[in-house]
């Protein structure tokens, strides 16, 4: 069968297709509910409801659709677009027709939603399951109630920058002096005045002076307005002198506004010729832009010279006399549009040299003009623009393989260490050899980089050698960064070859590790088998493995991994029940005799449940050089940042971009000094809020602002604010801890002379507070950055254990506030600025929730059992996200103790979750550097809250 595109066409209605659904516009739920209210429906609470989003990007609402019961008619004729029903739930408008046209069954066939399938003529096809349904009842729901507090006001807009000057713009010299710049005497003398068009000078005595006597009288002129200048000007109006400096100044200035006025009229004649004669004006055209490479300036003329309308390469180099052109606004836009007219025209003409000399030599646009000069079939000249003026040398190694000159093109790829692109070249030209050993360099750098998983994929895919693949993936455990992954691929091949004797032999053959958390790999390992491996035996023999490393890991492990060792332990094992109860059993009494980490509220924890998460958007991120150490994340708004370090070079790299185009992110790069780059602590990375800015800090660095100088990114989106990444250069002193508020001004903890003091910097750099931080006095110099946050009431500290609230409204007399935990804290994150306020503290293994609202700061335990590297944030609907692990947790808990959780599982282990800018959506970043958009279904856990 031949697959078919369906597509809507404007049509009439067909006959004997009524409307049976109506799509009411906009987004307000008050005049849905007064449209439909206006129909007179037998049976309003039975219809159904389903809310059109405004695109696959936004979830915000653009439209209801409205399907009443069977049979029940509006009695009014609705202000509505109708729909009919093909088929059970395929929705197409009564106004067009679906093409090619379907049967009912083939609709059925084509449909795979459970609740409608719509095809809307400005939004495209939608999709809803049963899920998505709503009742009409439903659009009366207010928003959940939230606790806030009123009494304290919410930060404003900041104020405009200071007024440093004012300057006044002077008006026209003919509007100063009005009618009195008529007056006699104020026209040059008739002997000074230019000649009329078409008369020679020179030539007639009595018109106007020659050349000679011009210059000869110039020293006159110049001293006649000496002596006029030294006159007193203290009248109330124009004398004769006035008048005579008037004179003067104009004959002064008679060759430049002469000079000028030719200008304008060659520029004239120029745009008349490109428009009325292409091939003629193009041979005059002023080029808008200068490559800087000239030999001095030629003498001034008024007149166009004339150049051959072809790309020469060897007029890239510049080397000549310059004569530049004071051009109006204006004059250069209309020459850009005429160019660009004439460039798309020579395109289409097939004159590709032509309109790359209109690119390059006219607009200066050297990458279009290459591009051009690639299709039209010079590949050898477009080569040198990409290599020599781009600086882009694997286009220019494409264009040289195209152009017949493989020698350059091997070269280029060799020194971009584009092994990849270097083994297709030899590939296209049949010589098999050369490609082997290309794809054998490629392979050697990607086992050095530690990137055994595409080694191996290489060794057999492009190779052809099995064995060497299998050798690869079976020696990544357990020295290697993706030694799980390798594991399981390794299995896989076993698995589907039947080698099952060997892939018992492999499972026996794997070394303990002392890492615990290494181990847990493994197990998740073996419980992965129990589902996806072919033979019962293999399978029994990683459950019984995997219980044995469990009864050795469960006495030694910290608190907070066992709960991951019991469920480990139920996928070694998950049909017996049995197991899984006596896991829970243990959890429980290990955790009853547990003494809490502080004074607390007593909690209400409901029982817990689970939420299906849907996946928006996933992508690994597109590092530019493998082998590379993750080491922080952060987001704003919508975009992200992620540092790492090079394990081989001495150097940080970051990455930023837009959550839904994580491919395309931006890379950065920033030398490290010193031998001892490789042990570099975490650097400190922060986020503003509200606007676009990064702050990469290195706090063992004293040179930090000339090691990670400020990088300056262009917005994602058109209008977007700049994008800052680094260290501002006002900031020269190290800091510890950093965190800026909602006015995006910095607070920053230094350690000075006189002790720890606590700094709110500009966005120029000018320090308004300067406090000295009396509880620090005997905190150690540390060895990595302090987690820090600012509220619109504190500024929030974590040293060790403690947590040091400093509140903001009092004065810097003020006692500070501290509360002590049992272990240290890792992580402090703030909750959402229209939320109540409040802090999820991370300590150990276990998650805090800190609130700041009533008399007395307090903490709230919420998640216990985590592991060391969980995770915490919260999302932009006010709820908490807890990950340890591939395990997660959404909480949502308020002042009083009520707190309600619910579950979820991650395909992969998460090492850093972030924010989004929609509701009900978050970000996770695994250890393969894969960045996935999660959205759950968060109405469902407000109403069940409200409950």
Known sequence: MIPRTLHLEPARPPAGAPATAWCLPGAEAEHWIAEITRWQLRDESAIRLFVLPASIRSREPAGLLVIPTPGDVPKVRPAALGFCCIGRALYVPTEALLLPAVTPAEADAVNAYSGALVFHPGLGPVGFDAGDEHTLGELLIPPPERIEEWTTPLPGVSPLPRLQSVLVKAPPLEDLFGEDSREIGSDPAPEFQNPPDGDTPGKSAGKSPSKGAGLFAKPFLWLAQKFVQSLPHTGGKRTIWNRLEDWVNNKLAGPERSLGQDRNRALQRLLDELKNNPDEGLKHALPLTGSGMHRGTAPPSSKLG???????????????????????????????????????????????????????????????????????????????????????????????????????????????????????????????????????????????????????????????????????????????????????????????????????????????????????????????????????????????????????????????????LMRLLQCLSPADTLLARDGRRHLDEHQSSRRPALPQPTAKISHVGRVELTTIFSARLPWKTPGLKVVQAAAVQDSFCVLAYDTKLPRLIGLHASFREAATARQLEWDLPGDD?????????????????????????????????????????????????????????????????????????????????????????????????????????????????????????????????????????????????????????????????????????????????????????????????????????????????????????????????????????????????DLWTFATLDEESTLTLWRYEGRNLQQKRNQ
Request: hydrophobic share 40%.
């Open 677 to 917: 780059w490789h042990a570099a602590h975490a650097p400190l990375l922060v986020a503003a809020r509200h606007t676009r800015k990064y702050l990469v800090h290195l706090p063992q660095s004293p040179s930090t602002a000339q090691l990670l100088h400020l990088h300056a990114l262009p917005p994602v989106v058109a209008g977007d604010q700049l994008v800052e990444i680094g260290t501002p250069g006002w900031l020269t002193d190290p800091i510890w801890a950093a965190a800026y508020d909602a006015n995006g001004s910095l607070w920053a903890l230094r350690l000075t002379r006189v002790g720890w003091r606590l700094s709110q910097f500009s966005s120029q750099g000018t320090i308004s507070i300067d406090r000295l931080v009396e509880g620090l006095d005997d905190l150690p110099l540390p060895t990595v950055p302090l987690p820090m946050v600012v509220t619109a009431t504190h500024v929030i500290l974590a040293a060790g254990p403690r947590i040091i609230l400093m509140p903001l409204l009092g004065t810097a007399q003020r006692a500070f506030e501290e509360i002590t935990f049992d272990a240290p804290v890792r992580s402090l994150v703030p909750a959402p600025a229209w939320s109540s306020p409040r802090v999820a503290v991370a300590t150990g293994s276990e998650a805090h929730v800190l609130w700041l609202g009533g008399s007395q700061p307090h903490a709230m335990l919420v998640a216990s059992d985590l592991e060391p590297t969980a995770t915490t944030s919260f999302t932009n609907d006010g709820a908490l996200h807890v990950i340890s692990g591939n395990q997660g947790t959404i909480v949502l808990a308020n002042h009083t103790g009520t707190i309600q959780r619910w579950q979820f599982d991650l395909p992969k282990r998460v090492t850093a979750v972030m924010p989004c800018a």
């Open 306 to 564: 004339t150049r051959t309308p072809n790309f020469d390469l060897g007029r890239l180099g510049g080397g000549r006399a310059i004569d530049a052109w004071d051009v109006s606004q204006h004059q250069q836009q209309e020459l850009r549009r005429q160019y660009m007219e004439l460039a798309s025209r020579e395109v289409q003409l097939g004159r590709h040299r032509r309109a790359a000399y209109i690119y390059a030599e006219l607009l200066g646009d050297l990458s279009t003009a290459a591009i051009v000069l690639k299709n039209g079939g010079h590949h050898a000249e477009a080569a040198v623009i990409f290599r020599d003026h781009l600086h882009r040398p694997l286009e220019a190694a494409e264009c040289f393989a195209l152009g017949g000159q493989i020698a350059e093109a091997v070269k280029l790829y060799e020194e971009g260490r584009r092994w990849d692109k270097l083994a297709a070249l030899y590939g296209e030209l049949q010589q098999l050899d050369k490609m082997r050993e290309a794809y054998r360099t490629w392979i050697a750098e990607l086992v050095r980089a530690d990137d055994l998983l595409q080694a191996a994929s290489l060794t057999l895919n492009e190779l052809q050698d099995r064995d060497g693949a299998l050798k690869l993936l079976e020696g990544a455990w357990p020295t290697s960064r993706l030694a799980m992954n390798c594991i399981e691929r390794a299995l896989e091949l076993r698995g589907a070859a039947g080698e099952h004797h060997e892939a018992t032999r492999l499972l026996e053959s794997l070394p303990h590790h002392p890492d615990a958390s290494k181990m847990q790999q493994m197990l998740s390992v073996y419980g992965n088998l129990q589902r996806t491996y072919p033979d019962r035996t293999v399978k029994a023999r990683a459950e019984d493995l995997g219980r044995r490393e469990i009864a050795r890991l469960l006495p030694t492990v910290p608190d907070g991994q066992r709960s991951t």
